[in-house]
């Protein structure tokens, strides 16, 4: 008598699941705390009059994370919203520091905006996006070489361009 197997009975072995790493963030002071799973879904540069204003910058850097893959860890409590009706957009920031969390928009239920600068370590992804570009401000710095400023380290600036006089004689 000999024994077989049956292969066909037998339950196929799934791999186990991987479970996403976390990117902690945090507020000015700490009061507000959060993670997201990496890596994060997209960022991006956000050039909109509204981040603008929201942020006091140039522009805004955002990452965007799934909702159900973004949780607050510390702070709750501590969190305000403003939310403009005309825009359909909401915006979350600390009430003790005053920095800005989270950006929403009801055109996008399923995701969650946050500021670049509050994660501690990479997201996973890099602004490869530019959001409102048409409404970049003309002061906003594009890259022009700098130069150190003489008697002050650490601060870098650019130089002017020299007018070069041109005499009356030269004009026609």
Not at 92 to 108: D, I, K, N, V
Not at 156 to 166: G, T
Request: contains cysteine.
């Amino acid at each position: 008598m000999s024994l077989s197997h049956d292969t066909e009975t037998q339950p196929a072995k799934r791999k186990p699941v991987a479970t996403a790493k976390p990117v902690a963030g945090r507020c000015l002071c700490g009061a507000v705390q959060f993670e997201i799973d990496y890596p994060a879904r997209w960022a991006w540069h956000d050039h909109s009059g509204a981040s603008r204003q929201a942020h006091g910058a140039a522009y805004a850097t955002y990452v965007g994370s799934w909702r159900k893959r973004f949780r607050f860890t510390k702070g709750m409590a501590v969190i305000t919203r403003f939310e403009d009706r005309a825009a359909k957009t909401a915006r979350s920031f600390c009430a003790r520091c005053g920095t800005p969390l989270m950006y929403e928009r009801a055109r996008s239920p399923h995701m969650v905006n946050i500021p670049r600068a509050l994660f501690l370590s990479r997201t996973g992804r890099q602004p490869l996006y530019h959001i409102g570009i048409e409404e970049k401000q003309e002061w906003t710095y594009s890259g022009e070489p700098l130069v150190p400023l003489k008697g002050f380290p650490g601060v870098v600036w650019q130089r002017s361009k020299k007018n070069k006089r041109i005499d009356s004689e030269g004009l026609f």
